[in-house]
């Protein structure tokens, strides 16, 4: 590799690092971190208290990062999302001999997702696979703490988090570079998209709630946005109670025909994935499909505006 590669990978790792981001080499060329696995632990220098990985080594430091890629090692980038408090959806082609392989491919599958759900999908920073698929890199809503999955979304989309990774652009591999497709700073991530990668099967919607829903007015949107960010600050000990009252609050405009029920379920149970207990889950479920119907059979009255006269 030329001295203006490895230039340019050092220059692309400074630029990721400086947005906060945590970083850690690769091999050359490749996806594998240089670091070793848990089977073959030397259990000395940081893993002398017990085996350490790259996620928590992953840094931002500038003067790491400059020394680190400064070495005369084209060293790929690693970028951890859950240690930068983003969250990373890979939407890949499909792979001969996998499952998925008669699939459309991830790109067009999110976007069919964004659809049967209702939720939007808005820019974000993009970027493309030397095979074809693209990274969509998110911001991870406050307080809550998503695990990567594999196929989990569809067939031939993953998603990182904790506990994995992506190679960052200006990466390098034989078929191809990851290049930037959008450099939009990433939004945070829809709760449709919160909701639908921490569902599991033990909790799974009717098929209802698979439809497509309208967007609320702008009122209606202030009103769910103001109680489901009461719902994910609330601390222990009072979460039931929160979740409770606002399931109720949004059920009562659901009962007024001002919001779509599904929609108004959807932001509550993104909501409650930001604390973080999936213990907990079926139980926080039936809190609020039993809140919300009690909402809705005490519909909220909505006052006249002032001024307004009954027609003739």
Excluded at 79 to 86: A, E, K, V, W
Excluded at 214 to 222: D, H, N, R, T
Aim: aromatic share 6%.
């Amino acid at each position: 590799m030329s001295q203006a590669q490895r230039a340019a990978l050092r220059a692309a790792a400074l630029e990721i690092a400086g947005r906060g981001w945590k970083v850690f080499p690769c091999r050359p060329g490749t996806k594998a971190a240089c670091w070793h696995g848990k089977d073959d632990c030397p259990a000395s220098g940081v893993c002398a208290a017990g085996h350490v990985t790259p996620e928590s080594l992953a840094t931002s430091d500038l003067d790491k990062v400059g020394a680190k890629w400064s070495e005369p090692v084209p060293y790929n980038i690693a970028l951890f999302p859950g240690p930068s408090c983003l969250f990373l959806l890979d939407c890949d082609q499909p792979k001969p001999g996998h499952k998925g392989e008669h699939d459309p491919d991830g790109w067009t599958q999110l976007q069919a997702l964004a659809a049967e759900r209702g939720g939007p999908l808005p820019d974000t920073y993009t970027v493309t696979t030397p095979t074809g698929g693209r990274h969509l890199l998110y911001t991870a809503p406050p307080g809550c703490h998503l695990r990567s999955t594999v196929k989990h979304l569809a067939s031939n989309i993953d998603t990182r988090g904790w506990g994995g990774y992506a190679l960052a652009p200006g990466s390098l591999r034989p078929d191809g570079a990851y290049e930037l497709l959008d450099d939009t700073e990433p939004v945070e991530l829809p709760g449709w998209l919160v909701q639908a990668t921490v569902e599991r099967a033990s909790t799974a919607v009717s098929g209802r709630d698979q439809t497509a829903v309208a967007a609320p007015s702008s009122y209606v949107a202030a009103a769910v946005q103001a109680e489901c960010d009461r719902v994910r600050s609330a601390p222990p000990g009072t979460r039931n109670k929160a979740l409770s009252t606002a399931a109720y609050a949004l059920g009562q405009l659901a009962g007024a025909r001002l919001l779509d029920e599904t929609y108004a379920r959807a932001e509550l149970r993104a909501a409650v994935a930001a604390w973080n207990t999936p213990e907990s889950a079926v139980k926080d479920d039936g809190v609020i499909g039993t809140a919300l119907r009690a909402g809705a059979e005490n519909p909220r009255r909505i006052k006249p505006r002032h001024g307004t006269r009954r027609a003739a």
